[in-house]
C-alpha cells in the first residue's frame, strides 16, 4: 500500500515562489510520479511527470517556470513553483503508480495525496 503526504502549499504573491513535497511510503519502485492541480471549481489535470528513468514532461502552462525532482533517499518528490500567476492557484496533489506515464493519458494514477493548497493573489 501506497501514501502519499503532500506539504508546502500556502499564499504568495505574484512572482513569488513555492516548493510543494510530496512523501511517499509504502512501494519501493514506482514507474510514475507526478503533480496534479485542480482549481477552484474546475477539474483535475496533470502538470508534471516524472518516470523511474529520470523522464520529465510538463503541461505548456508550466514549462519553463515549474521543476519537477525527485530524492530516492528521502522518498520524497517535489514540485518547485516559480513566477507563480494566480491562474496557478488551486489544490495540488502529488500521484503515483506502478505502471509507465503514459498511462495516465487513459487511467487515472492508483494513488493520491490527500492535496495542499496554493494561492497566488
Known amino acids: 500500500h501506497v501514501q502519499l503526504v503532500e506539504s508546502g502549499g500556502g499564499s504568495v504573491q505574484t512572482g513569488g515562489s513555492l516548493r510543494l513535497s510530496c512523501s511517499i511510503s509504502?512501494?519501493?519502485?514506482?514507474?510514475?510520479m507526478g503533480w496534479f492541480r485542480q482549481p477552484s471549481g474546475g477539474e483535475r489535470t496533470g502538470i508534471a511527470t516524472?518516470?523511474?528513468?529520470?523522464?520529465?514532461r510538463y503541461v505548456g502552462s508550466v514549462k519553463g517556470r515549474f521543476g519537477i525532482s525527485t530524492d530516492n533517499a528521502k522518498k520524497t518528490l517535489y514540485l518547485d513553483m516559480n513566477n507563480l500567476t494566480p491562474e496557478d492557484t488551486g489544490i495540488y496533489y502529488c500521484?503515483?503508480?506502478?505502471?509507465?506515464?503514459?498511462?495516465?493519458?487513459?487511467?487515472?494514477?492508483?494513488?493520491w495525496g490527500q492535496g495542499t493548497q496554493v494561492t497566488v493573489s
Open positions: 500521484a503515483a503508480d506502478e505502471g509507465v506515464c503514459g498511462l495516465w493519458r487513459t487511467f487515472p494514477p492508483s494513488y
Open positions: 516524472i518516470d523511474s528513468d529520470k523522464n520529465i
Open positions: 509504502g512501494k519501493t519502485h514506482l514507474g510514475c
